[in-house]
Each structure stands twice: as structure tokens, then as C-alpha cells.
């Protein structure tokens, strides 16, 4: 991962809100016993070194039109919640890929119109995201989900001459949900920000926890049996250097830090001290930075129907449909600098037959919370 093109990049990391995939534990195996652990709370935090200036949301998880300018955030400060999820703004541009409700049928292209109609995305000049219009470039036939013309469409013929106009019928925004720590006067941070908490480091969840004692058995923390998704909590120990024998890690600036783990039956743990536990596999970030594992592999969750590629990165006629988890195995990037593009490759395939997925601008990943920045959810950051 080239992190020397990533600091040259502009950020706005607070902004990129986080939701991924819901991968829930299963039911409990055993009676909860009860850990002893001290409550966030009003206290002090620290903020994330970076370029820009931490961003400023209203108490609905909404960015301030004026960015509050007395504020110091280089130093610690007070906070006077724990972290609360918010739904945010509504996001109209990244509802679909390339901002449109893209599906593939039958090896080609089309956008959904909403209510059963599609219609081929080569016949399409301009969408407008925020109100749905789409405005053809060429005369289109109206297909169903099995790619067959249909008769009629919305009462007339299933047919548009060129530079038509025609309304997507569905819903043109969706919300990424995120956790934020109030301020005060209102005014929250993104816990993506997020440094420290009361002096100490903290690690970010990335689903709903469960928690565990040294023996592997689910216990309670602070009262609760699962802790949050995208919840807060301070971890046990002090971050250090990274070594070749880390298999996780995170980069603050270009140096590699990790923080220490727990084997529990073969398991990684982090600690949360007073005999509680959390799965690594679990964890989204620490001290703000991405957690990346050294190789091996994960689940990757398309965001919307993609292509596959082959063995030379040359795009196929074969996809993968939307929300469908798939095994990948190894990660590289092609092209340099800003052509720089990251892709998974799919777990078994070998030689020329591998099989790869485009996941994106390989400057956004394992920078900041990408959730949202690639084709596809990633359920555990990987690097070769």
C-alpha cells in the first residue's frame, strides 16, 4: 500500500460515515458472568493528527453549514456523552455505484428505473441523483429482471425515443449510519477522530461484540452482553512499533503501530482489561487508524452487481450479484499513482484462471473509514 501517495491526498475523513455489513454473534452458549470496567463518560478526549480540520455534526449527525472556529483541537477537550449512533445526512451520490441503480443482467448493464423496469445503461446520457431523472442518449426498450422486453411500461408502450426523460421510482438516498461523542452546545465529532478517551487508546467496533473472559467464554462489560456496533471502548496496553510478526496492524502517518493479542483457542483477542475480551476479527480501527491484517484471507460483500475479471485484470461477462458474500484470498494493486486501483482476488483460483474483483482507488483503502470508498465491503482489511 503506497502510504506516501496516501498523505498527499486531501482529506475529509470525518465526513465518510460508516455502515457495513451486520455480522451478528450467535446466541449465547454459556451463562453471562459480570466484568467490572469503568464506564465512558464525561471526561477527555484527543483528536487524530491530520491535515484537515476535524469536521463539526449537529445532534442528528448532519455536518454544521458553519464549522465552529474556537475550538482547539489539537489539545485534549471535554466530552460529555458516550457515543450515540446517528443515521446522518441523507447521501444521494454514493446510493448506487457510479451514482446510478446499476444491475447486470445476463452479462450487460441496466439501470433499475424502480418498479420492475430496466433499461440498457449504454442508452443513458445523464442521472440526476437528486431527483432520478434519467435523460436517454439513444432510443431504449424497457426490459424486466430477466433481461426480456417487456409489452408495456408505467401504461404505455415499453419503448423511449431518444432524450426522453424518465423518473426512477424508488428510493434516491441512503444514510450511513455512524457513532459520535457530544461536545457540547449541541455540537458532536465523528468517533472516526477519535485518539484517545480519558488518556487512553481505543479501538473501534465495526459490528455488534460480544465480549469474552480468558477462557473463552461470553461474559458482560459494563452490564451489557454485546457491545454496540460502531461503539467506542479503551483497550488494554500500549501501542508499539510493528514487526513482521504482527499480523495487525495500523499506520499513523508512515510508521506501523500495533497493540498487543490475546490467543484464546486459537482465536485473536484484544483486551479491554478486568478479564474482557473482544474478537480482532471485530475491530474497524485503533486510535482512529484502519486495522489491516498482514495477508491471509476475508469476506468481501459487492455494494452493488460487478463485474469479474480475469487473470489479466481485462473485465469479463461474468458478475457477481449484489450483497452476495465471497471468499477472497490475496489483494494487489495495478497502475501507480493516481491510476492506482486495488483488487481481490477470489479465493481458489489459480494461475490463469484467477478470478479478480475491483474494489477501487487503492489511495482510499485502509485510510480513514473507508466503508464506503470501494465497489465492496471489505469484512477484514487485507495486504500482501
Request: proline residues 3%; charged residues 25%; positive net charge.
Amino acid at each position: 500500500m503506497n502510504f506516501n501517495k496516501k498523505l498527499s491526498v486531501a482529506i475529509i475523513s470525518a465526513s465518510v460515515l460508516f455502515n457495513p455489513l451486520v455480522m451478528n454473534e450467535s446466541s449465547l452458549t454459556s451463562k453471562p458472568q459480570s466484568v467490572k470496567a469503568t464506564t465512558i463518560s464525561k471526561g477527555q478526549i484527543t483528536l487524530v493528527k491530520k491535515f484537515n480540520t476535524p469536521l463539526v455534526y449537529d445532534k442528528d449527525g448532519k455536518l454544521l453549514d458553519h464549522q465552529p472556529q474556537n475550538i482547539d483541537f489539537s489539545k485534549s477537550f471535554k466530552y460529555y456523552s458516550k457515543p450515540v449512533v446517528l443515521d446522518g445526512a441523507k447521501i444521494y451520490s454514493e446510493s448506487y455505484i457510479n451514482g446510478m441503480p446499476q444491475i447486470i443482467i445476463n452479462g450487460k448493464e441496466y439501470l433499475d428505473l424502480g418498479d420492475g423496469g430496466y433499461i440498457l445503461a449504454k442508452n443513458v446520457g445523464t442521472y440526476s441523483w437528486t431527483n432520478g431523472i434519467f435523460t436517454l442518449s439513444k432510443a431504449s426498450y424497457v426490459y424486466n429482471e430477466k433481461g426480456k422486453k417487456l409489452s408495456t411500461y408505467r401504461g404505455k408502450k415499453a419503448y423511449y425515443p431518444a432524450h426522453s426523460s424518465i423518473k426512477h421510482d424508488g428510493q434516491l438516498y441512503t444514510y450511513r449510519p455512524n457513532s459520535y461523542v457530544n461536545i457540547g452546545n449541541d455540537q458532536y465529532i465523528s468517533t472516526d477522530d477519535i485518539d484517545t478517551i480519558d488518556g487512553k487508546g481505543v479501538l473501534k467496533l465495526k459490528v455488534k461484540t460480544a465480549v469474552y473472559n480468558k477462557n473463552g467464554k461470553r461474559t458482560s462489560y459494563n452490564g451489557k452482553k454485546f457491545l454496540a456496533k460502531y461503539d467506542l471502548v479503551n483497550y488494554s496496553g500500549s501501542k508499539k512499533s510493528a514487526t513482521k510478526k504482527d499480523d495487525y496492524y495500523y499506520y499513523d502517518g508512515n510508521k506501523k503501530y500495533s497493540i498487543p493479542i490475546t490467543k484464546i483457542h486459537g482465536q485473536d483477542y484484544y483486551s479491554l482489561g478486568g478479564n474482557a475480551y473482544v474478537k480482532v476479527i471485530n475491530v474497524d480501527s485503533i486510535n482512529g487508524h484502519a486495522l489491516l491484517r498482514n495477508g491471509g484471507s476475508t469476506v468481501v460483500i459487492p455494494r452493488g452487481d460487478i463485474f469479474i475479471y480475469n487473470h489479466n485484470f481485462k473485465k469479463t461477462n461474468k458478475f457477481i450479484k449484489q450483497g452476495k458474500k465471497i471468499k477472497v484470498d490475496k489483494t494487489e494493486v495495478t497502475g501507480k499513482g493516481d491510476s492506482a486501483q486495488r483488487w481481490f482476488k477470489i479465493a481458489g483460483t489459480k494461475g490463469s484462471k484467477a478470478e479478480w474483483l475491483l474494489w477501487g482507488d487503492d489511495s482510499e483503502y485502509g485510510y480513514g473509514n473507508d466503508t464506503f470508498a470501494g465497489n465492496l465491503f471489505v469484512r477484514t482489511r487485507i495486504e500482501d
